[in-house]
């Protein structure tokens, strides 16, 4: 017969019990034997797995682990069994040659990666008979120098072989694989004028459907898969990548408008740089 009056030592349901001993729920953790507070263990860090494929067509790969855009390249070719120097730009969510939908330095937690890999070969022969050719260009981050928009009625509109797209290899056989955009932007503004030059450009492999493209297509019923929008996984030249929340539409708006003026001024595309500048204005 239990004496009446006695605690029992089993805490209430639910509780959590220190050795044996039941403590109130919501009381604070026990002071460590040295008086400190008892270290939690970090929080692991969340596995973030990509979706990816060859633009011109491949079997669905995943990968994982990269922090910046050049060991996404070397990822993406392991999965592909290629070079990762085949790679000359990735677009998200759509296979087509969307210039409004490249890489850039963010990554939507639900994006679909495809890689458009180098194609054919050309050289095009272009007369400077203006200051300015046209030509808005980026690169991918890795050395390749492509182009990202070609203005109408300018010099390079003229020339049907040259397109949104294409990889800039060598200028007058002077190979600028390596250079930054704005190095490339500005050789180009430096040719003398009435004099002709040479451009050696790669096309990107292009599937059926995608021969003969010459500008942006809009998006394919078929392209159903679209980010999120909540967090992305920011890729830095330097440092790891972090995963933050989406950019707010003023962000975004702020970061075009950034984007335009080193287009008007210095013939470059940088998303990197336009969301920089966004911050510091």
Request: charged content about 30%; hydrophobic content about 35%.
């Amino acid at each position: 017969m239990r004496r009446a009056g006695r605690r029992s030592r089993q805490g209430p349901e639910g509780s959590p019990m220190e050795n044996g001993v039941g403590r109130e729920p919501g009381t604070a953790e026990p002071p460590a034997a040295d008086g400190a507070p008892e270290a939690r263990p970090p929080r692991p860090r969340p596995r973030l797995v990509f979706h990816t494929q060859l633009a011109h067509g491949s079997p669905t790969g995943r990968i994982e682990g990269f922090t910046n855009v050049k060991e996404l390249y070397t990822k993406i070719a392991e999965v592909f069994g290629i070079s990762p120097t085949e790679i000359l730009f990735c677009t998200l969510n759509t296979h087509k040659v969307d210039m409004q939908k490249l890489l850039g330095g963010q990554i939507g937690l639900e994006d679909f990666i495809f890689a458009h890999v180098r194609g054919e070969t050309k050289e095009v022969e272009v007369t400077k008979t203006e200051d300015a050719l046209g030509l808005t260009i980026t690169d991918n981050g890795a050395g390749y120098a492509f182009i990202k928009r070609i203005k109408e009625g300018s010099i390079i509109n003229r020339l049907q072989t040259v397109c949104v797209g294409d990889s800039i290899e060598a200028i007058n056989d002077h190979t600028i694989v390596g250079c930054r955009h704005y190095e490339v932007a500005r050789m180009l503004r430096e040719l003398p004028r009435a004099q002709p030059f040479t451009l050696r450009l790669v096309q990107p492999k292009k599937a059926f459907d995608m021969i003969g493209q010459r500008t942006r297509s809009s998006k394919s019923p078929s392209e159903g898969r679209v980010a999120s929008g909540k967090e992305t996984l920011r890729l830095r030249a330097q440092g790891p990548a972090t995963l933050e929340d989406g950019p707010s539409p003023f962000e975004e708006e702020a970061a075009r408008r950034v984007d335009d003026l080193l287009e008007s001024y210095m013939g470059i595309r940088d998303s990197e740089l336009g969301e920089q500048g966004a911050e510091l204005a």
